[in-house]
């Protein structure tokens, strides 16, 4: 099977969807039969700590932007290419693509959220998703919760959204004191700190979690916050909440880092935070639990469905209940014990093997419709 492949997500510093797209693609490369034809319309950034699968890379024939070349010039190459089915992982496609197609949208934000978005993005997104899903043969999102979502607010039949989770990658795993030290070292770590990593947007709920940890301080609880990630749209609530929260904690904002030193990040941690108010998926989590960090995220969604048991849950938009859950853990070794046991043991359960399996069934399938 020839399958065409949208790795544009990876045209940038990847992000999210751009990690999700290389996972995607080096697990189900190993599966097929025929090369892989990656749809490009500029270089890619390939992100550290996923193999790169051999693949032919199908560029625009000159410089031009993503939508353009999506919708005009794409249909013409994908026809030529001998491409029998075409996987597109970032929300939007050709709407006159030549092949069966898949599309993955990856949460119901646009429609649920607005607030968190550029109004450009709303204005060109909020009407061609929707178009797109409906000429897809099928659309896969990343948990059941967006499932629900996306079937309500698209009103999509529901035999045609399907689930494919993501995973962590075994790159993601418990390194000994020794090899991650010249980390703490580099960026001057405190020795307990709570981490997030994300990009820094309100969506994230960062200035409640800057809040609820300059409390922590406050009331005597001594740990550090670092927040990993590049900046996002009205960030400025967030660094107004840091520089208030320096007066008595402190706060280290290290941008985007390469993924060696968040990996060290996660294994260095006393705790993950992750309180977000939204989400499709949220892989951060399972790489902070398969690096062995207790982990605290937000209560119901697809946060709760993919941390399950292993995690202290709390309703994000409760800065007592955040720093309560918090203090659990930073003050109680026993606690903090069970949750890198219980994370452990639950990552794991999460295989990017296993979904490269059902991503290709799915191509069957839309083949086949």
């Known amino acids: 099977m020839r399958i065409g492949f949208d790795i544009t997500s990876l045209c940038d510093r990847p992000t999210g969807v751009g990690v999700y797209t290389a996972h995607v693609l080096a697990h189900v490369a190993t599966l ?7 749809l490009a319309h500029r ?50 496609a050709p709407l006159a693509c030549p092949v069966p197609m898949i599309v993955t949208v990856h949460d119901a934000s646009l429609w649920l959220f607005p607030e968190y978005h550029y109004p450009r993005r709303l204005f060109a997104m909020r009407p061609l998703i929707p178009a797109v899903a409906r000429r897809a043969r099928v659309v896969v999102t990343v948990s059941h919760q ?12 529901p035999e045609k959204v399907l689930v494919v989770y993501e995973a962590p990658l075994p790159f993601f795993r418990p390194l000994p004191r020794e090899a991650v030290a ?30 609820a940890v ?9 740990c550090g916050l670092v927040l990993v990630g590049p900046r996002g749209w009205k960030d400025e609530g967030i660094f107004e909440a840091v520089l208030e929260a320096r007066r008595t904690t402190d706060v280290r904002v290290l941008g ?28 951060p989590v399972l790489e902070a639990m398969a690096c062995g960090a207790p982990v605290v995220t937000s209560r119901g969604g697809a ?52 979904s490269a399996q059902q991503m290709v069934q799915v191509y069957q399938m839309a083949l086949d419709a």
């Open 256 to 283: 985007y880092i390469p993924m060696e030193d968040v990996r060290a990040l996660y294994n260095l941690a006393t705790v993950f935070a992750f309180p977000s108010l939204y989400e499709g998926f949220g892989l």
């Open 146 to 157: 967006a499932r629900r979502d996306l079937i309500r607010v698209l009103g999509l039949p």
């Open 43 to 92: 270089d890619v950034q390939w992100p550290a700590g996923v193999a790169r699968p051999p693949v032919q890379v199908l560029r625009a024939p000159f410089a031009m932007n993503k939508t353009a070349w999506m919708q005009f010039c794409l249909p013409w190459q994908l026809a030529r290419a001998g491409v029998r089915v075409c996987h597109f992982t970032n929300n939007v």
């Open 303 to 354: 946060l709760e469905e993919v941390a399950g048991d292993a995690a202290l849950l709390v309703d994000p938009t409760d800065e007592e209940a955040l720093a309560g859950a918090l203090a659990a853990v930073l003050e109680d070794e026993a606690t903090a014990q069970a949750l890198r046991a219980a994370g452990l043991t639950h990552a794991a359960t999460f295989d990017w093997r296993r």
């Open 214 to 222: 300059a409390r922590l301080n406050q009331e005597g609880h001594t």
């Open 182 to 211: 010249h980390v703490r070292a580099r960026y001057r770590l405190p020795e307990r700190f709570v981490l997030y990593v994300g990009t820094l947007e309100p969506r994230k709920n960062l200035a409640r979690l800057v809040r």
């Open 32 to 38: 097929l039969d025929e090369p892989v034809v990656a």
